[in-house]
C-alpha cells in the first residue's frame, strides 16, 4: 500500500497564480484533510473531507477551494497564491473521525509551498 | 478559546528519560493524540488516550487527567533517533483535533 501520496512536494509560485495540490490514498478511507504547518504553530485545519461528495470548511479555509470526486482523491486548489499561503501543507486521511476509535490519521509527506 | 499548550524546545541525554507535558482547554473531549514528527517529514502516530491513566507502548508511555486537562508522553532509553518534535492534540466535541504547537526535542550524546 501506498498509503497517503501527495504531489508535488516542493513548489514555489509568483502572487496571483493558481495552482492544485494532489492528495490520493489507497486505504479505502472516508476522512480526508488538508492542513498547513506553520512555524510556531500547531496544525491548522484548511478542508475536510467525510466522503465522496461531502467537503467542509476547517480553520483556515480562505483562498483554497476543495473537491471530492472519489473517495481515493482530495485536491486542494490555491485560487490566487499570495506570500501568506506559503506554508508546508499536509494531507491526511483516516477510517473516520467519530466514535469511540483512535480514527488515526495518516499523512502525505507534505508539500513545501513557496509564494513569492 | 480553544488552546493546548507544549513547552517550545526540550533537551536530553542519550539513555535518560524525558517527560513532555501537554496541558489543554477545549471544546469538550473525545480523546488525546501524541505524534511524532522528525525533521521535513509527516507526523505518524504515537499513543491515543481516552481515559485517564496510563498508557504504555514500549519506550513510550502517555498519561492523561481529565479533570486537569493535562498530559505527558515519557520516553525512557532515549535513543538518538528519538530527536523529533512531538506533537500534541486533542479532539474536540466536534470531533476535530487541536493541534499544539509542537516540542522539539534534542537528544545529546
Known amino acids: 500500500n501506498a498509503g497517503v501520496t501527495q504531489t508535488p512536494k516542493f513548489q514555489v509560485l509568483k502572487t496571483g497564480q493558481s495552482m492544485t495540490l494532489q492528495c490520493a490514498q489507497d486505504m479505502n478511507h472516508e476522512y480526508m484533510s488538508w492542513y498547513r504547518q506553520d512555524p510556531g504553530m500547531g496544525l491548522r485545519l484548511i478542508h475536510y473531507?467525510?466522503?465522496?461528495?461531502?467537503?467542509d470548511q476547517g480553520e483556515v479555509p480562505n483562498g483554497y477551494n476543495v473537491s471530492r470526486s472519489t473517495t481515493e482523491d482530495f485536491p486542494l486548489r490555491l485560487l490566487s497564491a499570495a506570500p501568506s499561503q506559503t506554508s508546508v501543507y499536509f494531507c491526511a486521511s483516516s477510517y473516520g473521525t467519530s466514535g469511540s476509535g483512535a480514527n488515526v490519521l495518516t499523512f502525505g509527506a507534505g508539500s513545501r509551498l513557496t509564494v513569492l | 478559546g480553544q488552546n493546548i499548550d507544549q513547552p517550545t524546545e526540550m533537551t536530553a541525554t542519550e539513555g535518560a528519560i524525558v517527560q513532555i507535558n501537554c496541558t489543554y482547554q477545549t471544546s469538550g473531549f473525545n480523546g488525546l493524540f501524541w505524534y511524532q514528527q522528525h525533521a521535513g517529514e509527516a507526523p505518524t502516530f504515537l499513543s491515543y488516550?481516552?481515559l485517564d491513566g496510563l498508557e504504555e507502548k514500549g519506550r513510550f508511555s502517555s498519561f492523561l487527567s481529565r479533570s486537569k486537562g493535562y498530559s505527558y508522553l515519557l520516553l525512557k532509553e532515549l535513543q538518538m533517533k528519538d530527536s523529533a518534535s512531538y506533537l500534541c492534540?486533542?479532539?474536540?466535541?466536534?470531533?476535530?483535533?487541536?493541534w499544539g504547537a509542537g516540542t522539539k526535542l534534542i537528544i545529546k550524546p
Open positions: 473531507s467525510v466522503g465522496a461528495g461531502i467537503t
Open positions: 492534540a486533542v479532539r474536540d466535541s466536534n470531533y476535530q483535533l487541536i
Open positions: 488516550n481516552v
